[in-house]
Protein backbone atom coordinates (compact mmCIF):
# COMPACT_ATOMS: atom_id res chain seq x y z
CA UNK A 1 0.00 0.00 0.00
CA UNK A 2 1.00 3.49 -0.86
CA UNK A 3 1.33 6.21 1.38
CA UNK A 4 -0.97 8.27 -0.46
CA UNK A 5 -4.55 9.04 1.68
CA UNK A 6 -6.80 10.44 -0.71
CA UNK A 7 -7.67 9.14 -3.98
CA UNK A 8 -10.08 11.75 -6.50
CA UNK A 9 -11.85 9.25 -8.37
CA UNK A 10 -14.24 11.32 -9.90
CA UNK A 11 -16.94 12.75 -8.45
CA UNK A 12 -16.17 11.68 -5.27
CA UNK A 13 -13.11 11.25 -3.11
CA UNK A 14 -12.18 8.23 -1.06
CA UNK A 15 -10.15 8.60 2.15
CA UNK A 16 -8.86 6.28 4.75
CA UNK A 17 -7.14 6.39 7.79
CA UNK A 18 -6.66 9.61 9.87
CA UNK A 19 -7.97 11.19 6.55
CA UNK A 20 -11.50 9.84 7.25
CA UNK A 21 -11.60 11.28 10.57
CA UNK A 22 -10.45 14.43 10.01
CA UNK A 23 -13.16 15.07 6.51
CA UNK A 24 -15.77 13.49 9.69
CA UNK A 25 -14.76 16.28 12.14
CA UNK A 26 -15.02 18.92 9.10
CA UNK A 27 -18.07 18.00 8.10
CA UNK A 28 -20.21 17.94 11.07
CA UNK A 29 -18.84 21.46 12.15
CA UNK A 30 -19.53 22.99 8.67
CA UNK A 31 -22.62 21.81 8.92
CA UNK A 32 -23.41 21.87 12.40
CA UNK A 33 -24.08 18.47 12.63
CA UNK A 34 -22.93 15.77 15.72
CA UNK A 35 -22.38 12.21 15.65
CA UNK A 36 -24.88 10.98 17.74
CA UNK A 37 -27.34 8.19 16.07
CA UNK A 38 -24.09 7.90 13.60
CA UNK A 39 -23.19 4.61 11.99
CA UNK A 40 -19.73 4.24 10.30
CA UNK A 41 -19.01 1.00 7.99
CA UNK A 42 -15.11 -0.31 8.10
CA UNK A 43 -13.40 -3.29 6.59
CA UNK A 44 -9.59 -2.71 7.62
CA UNK A 45 -7.74 -1.68 10.26
CA UNK A 46 -7.21 2.32 8.55
CA UNK A 47 -10.87 2.41 9.28
CA UNK A 48 -10.48 2.12 13.58
CA UNK A 49 -9.76 5.81 13.85
CA UNK A 50 -12.85 6.71 12.85
CA UNK A 51 -15.08 3.86 14.14
CA UNK A 52 -14.02 4.81 17.69
CA UNK A 53 -15.70 8.16 17.26
CA UNK A 54 -19.21 7.62 15.16
CA UNK A 55 -21.70 5.70 17.74
CA UNK A 56 -22.94 2.96 16.02
CA UNK A 57 -19.76 1.26 14.58
CA UNK A 58 -19.79 -1.89 12.31
CA UNK A 59 -17.42 -3.66 10.69
CA UNK A 60 -17.91 -5.76 7.00
CA UNK A 61 -15.77 -8.36 6.11
CA UNK A 62 -12.83 -7.04 8.23
CA UNK A 63 -9.26 -7.65 8.08
CA UNK A 64 -8.35 -9.96 10.87
CA UNK A 65 -6.35 -6.79 12.66
CA UNK A 66 -10.22 -4.86 12.53
CA UNK A 67 -12.00 -8.20 13.32
CA UNK A 68 -9.77 -8.42 16.92
CA UNK A 69 -10.92 -5.29 17.63
CA UNK A 70 -14.23 -5.30 16.66
CA UNK A 71 -14.70 -8.32 18.96
CA UNK A 72 -12.70 -6.49 21.90
CA UNK A 73 -15.11 -3.67 20.98
CA UNK A 74 -18.14 -5.16 20.73
CA UNK A 75 -18.77 -4.16 17.44
CA UNK A 76 -20.98 -6.10 15.14
CA UNK A 77 -19.21 -7.86 12.75
CA UNK A 78 -20.98 -9.04 9.46
CA UNK A 79 -19.01 -11.07 6.97
CA UNK A 80 -21.71 -11.19 4.35
CA UNK A 81 -22.10 -7.61 2.30
CA UNK A 82 -26.03 -8.73 2.01
CA UNK A 83 -26.55 -8.55 5.63
CA UNK A 84 -25.88 -4.84 5.71
CA UNK A 85 -29.20 -3.78 5.58
CA UNK A 86 -30.44 -6.27 7.84
CA UNK A 87 -28.02 -4.95 10.02
CA UNK A 88 -29.18 -1.70 10.29
CA UNK A 89 -32.88 -2.54 9.85
CA UNK A 90 -32.52 -4.85 12.74
CA UNK A 91 -31.76 -1.96 15.59
CA UNK A 92 -30.45 1.54 14.87
CA UNK A 93 -28.46 1.04 17.92
CA UNK A 94 -26.64 -2.27 16.82
CA UNK A 95 -23.59 -3.84 18.62
CA UNK A 96 -22.94 -5.52 22.12
CA UNK A 97 -23.44 -2.13 23.75
CA UNK A 98 -27.03 -1.89 22.62
CA UNK A 99 -28.38 -4.96 23.99
CA UNK A 100 -27.03 -7.84 21.22
CA UNK A 101 -25.26 -10.45 22.76
CA UNK A 102 -22.42 -11.51 22.04
CA UNK A 103 -23.00 -14.62 20.13
CA UNK A 104 -25.55 -11.71 17.84
CA UNK A 105 -22.85 -9.87 17.22
CA UNK A 106 -21.72 -11.48 13.91
CA UNK A 107 -24.10 -11.80 11.23
Known amino acids: MDDKKEYDI ?5 VYGDYK ?14 LQY ?9 DI ?3 EEVEHPFVVKPTT ?10 WPIIDN ?3 IVKAVRTG ?16
Open 10 to 14: GMKRV
Open 21 to 34: LRYIFEATDKHKLN
Open 49 to 51: CFL
Open 81 to 83: YDD
Open 92 to 107: LGIGGKAGLSEQANTF
Open 38 to 46: SFGIGDSET
Open 65 to 74: RLRTVAMRNE
